[in-house]
């Protein structure tokens, strides 16, 4: 991970979680993985942070606008799509990703259901 990435975590590669030891090489090395951990033991960005990586270097080879957006045919495109099964966990991860994502030069928006759909549409 570039280090401005790491910083934004405030978070050093010796102090990264086992999950996050584990599963950031093999999501770089474009390898598919299953992970089994406790809450709380940095999943989130343990799949993450690879996928902006990815996302990051995607988008500089297609060419990305200043906001972060990346254009194919004129529109702009979701890089990285997470899910997740409550609002509060999307809400929480949109708040984990947001200052990384920052550092790559993406950006977050958090969509969830039953809420106007018209500022939702608006953030994308």
């Not at 992970?35 to 990815?54: D, Q």
């Not at 990384?100 to 969509?111: D, F, K, N, Q, T």
């Amino acid at each position: 991970m570039p280090p401005s990435t790491l910083n934004s975590l405030e978070v050093q590669p010796e102090q990264l979680t086992p999950v996050q030891r584990d599963v950031i090489p093999k999501m770089l090395a474009a390898r598919s993985v299953l992970a089994i951990a406790p809450t709380g033991s940095g999943k989130t960005l343990a799949f993450a942070l690879p996928s902006l990586r990815i996302a990051r270097v995607a988008a500089s080879a297609a060419g990305v606008a200043a906001a972060g957006r990346l254009h194919v045919e004129g529109s702009a495109t979701p890089a990285v799509f997470v899910v997740a099964p409550t609002r509060d966990l999307v809400v929480q991860s949109g708040r984990v990703l947001t200052a990384p994502a920052a550092s790559l030069g993406l950006r977050v928006v958090v969509l969830y259901g039953g809420a106007p759909v018209g500022p939702q549409v608006d953030a994308l």
